[in-house]
């Protein structure tokens, strides 16, 4: 091979493979070491003061996209559970826990990544076909119990957090995508994408310092009842500065985290992060703190829907 194609050669693998590497960062190993690193990047001290410890469902079982983050993501949990002595957090994975006894024990509820499969995108459904031998009627019916207990409980005074992809939990229907405030539509590569506050002054983003948050992610477009904007948002990424978008966008601005009350219920949802790398951020480990605070009562602030223009 001649020097000048092979210097061309290198240089393309060079720049395939930089590009390879801000699109899919290498997945952490869950070790001592770095649970202790998470455990000293996260914070201490409650935003809000709380008068009793609060107990906490992290449901974790995906049946579609297997986000290699979920046990990371049920490891911080713990980690702000245990250091602030504020939440009892107990992980699970069985269909049995939308029961409407068990979702009672609960003052609220974590979806961690709990993607389902496609195309029906039912988390439920999805659960009941691994555990059960009903009928795909019997499976129809109770899968649409789980769904109004679910949304029961949070309109009853429960709280939501959801977490990344568990946006799709149902992602088909809309009753479900006016509870949680949108569902998933697509998302482009993975990429650095500075997300910023849409209001500095506001409790629940006050952990970024008014810089907001640079890392590694999948940008997120969401669809349904997302564009009712019944929600208040709080982080916001800037179409313009995305790549590899897959069809034209006239809102100049995508909203990436929001809260909302449902009936008597709150609900919060961020969708950073993709990746365990970003809890290498102090101010997201808050974040998530604060938004646990909100869903389950303590952090009060303005979740008035936004204003459209």
Not at 61 to 78: C, Q, R, S, V, Y
Not at 161 to 179: C, D, P, R, Y
Not at 193 to 204: G, L
Request: aromatic fraction near 12%.
């Amino acid at each position: 091979m001649k020097p000048i194609y092979t210097f061309i050669t290198l240089l393309f693998l060079a720049c395939s493979s930089i590009q390879l590497s801000a699109q899919s960062l290498e997945a952490i190993k869950i070790t001592e070491e770095w649970k202790s690193k998470i455990e000293n990047l996260a914070p201490t001290q409650l935003t809000v003061p709380n008068v009793t410890k609060k107990k906490i469902l992290v449901f974790s079982k995906a049946t579609g996209f297997d986000h290699w983050t979920i046990p990371h993501n049920a490891e911080m949990l713990k980690i702000l559970g245990k250091k602030t002595n504020a939440f009892e957090v107990h992980i699970k994975y069985d269909i049995e826990q939308f029961e409407k006894k068990n979702l009672k024990k609960y003052d609220a509820v974590v979806f961690n990544n709990c993607n389902p499969s496609g195309p029906d995108r039912d988390l439920f459904s999805d659960l009941l076909r691994q555990n059960t031998s009903l009928s795909d009627a019997e499976i129809k019916n109770k899968a649409s119990v789980y769904e109004a207990n679910m949304m029961a409980y949070v309109a009853k005074g429960g709280g939501l957090m959801i977490l990344h992809g568990a946006i799709t939990v149902q992602n088909n229907s809309m009753a479900f995508s006016k509870l949680t405030g949108g569902s998933f539509d697509y998302h482009p590569k993975q990429q650095e994408i500075h997300v910023k506050e849409v209001d500095k002054n506001h409790p629940m983003v006050r952990a970024f310092k008014g810089k907001g948050l640079v890392h590694v992610d999948e940008p997120y477009f969401f669809k349904n009842a997302y564009f009712d904007y019944n929600f208040r948002p709080l982080l916001f990424m800037e179409v313009a500065q995305l790549e590899g978008l897959k069809k034209e966008v006239k809102e100049k601005v995508v909203y990436v985290s929001w809260i909302k009350k449902h009936g008597k219920g709150r609900v919060f949802y961020s969708s950073p992060s993709h990746n365990a790398h970003s809890m290498d951020n102090p101010e997201l480990l808050q974040f998530f703190l604060d938004g646990l605070q909100y869903v389950v009562g303590d952090l009060k602030c303005d979740d008035s829907p936004m204003k459209r223009s």
